[in-house]
Nanobody, 126 residues
Framework: QVQLVESGGGLVQAGGSLRLSCAASSRTINRYVMGWFRQARGKEREFVAAIRWSDGSKSHSDSVKGRFTISRDNAKNTAYLQMNSLKPEDTAVYYC???????????????????WGQGTQVTVSS
């Protein structure tokens, strides 16, 4: 079982930055892949980024590549999503999620992620 708690959302102007945090409860977090998804109003949940806890390998969606960066802090059992050059279209509820790693390519399908946080709102004003 993994419990995930996000923080760090808020309101920011276009071009600004925010850092989201996802604190994980599991002592065996190195067995998991952690990801960030977002869901804008009226739209489907969208993959943003993922990181394999054991070796730090990562993946970012094309829509955020070069602007967002996923990372992790082993000592704090916390994953981060650094978001720079924010755009109004980045406005959404952002969710942290995790699945038990099967040592294959990083999965981006939200249906595979077993554990989810409660979400944090990010609003980017123009």
């Amino acid at each position: 079982q993994v419990q995930l708690v996000e923080s760090g959302g808020g309101l920011v102007q276009a071009g600004g930055s925010l850092r989201l945090s996802c604190a994980a409860s599991s002592r065996t977090i190195n067995r998991y892949v952690m990801g960030w998804f977002r869901q804008a109003r009226g739209k489907e949940r969208e993959f943003v980024a993922a990181i394999r806890w054991s070796d730090g390998s990562k993946s970012h969606s094309d829509s955020v590549k070069g602007r967002f960066t996923i990372s992790r802090d082993n000592a704090k059992n916390t994953a981060y999503l650094q978001m720079n050059s924010l755009k109004p279209e980045d406005t959404a509820v952002y969710y942290c999620a995790a699945y038990e790693d099967a040592n294959i390519v990083l999965i981006t399908d939200p249906r595979i992620f077993e554990y989810w946080g409660q979400g944090t709102q990010v609003t980017v004003s123009s």
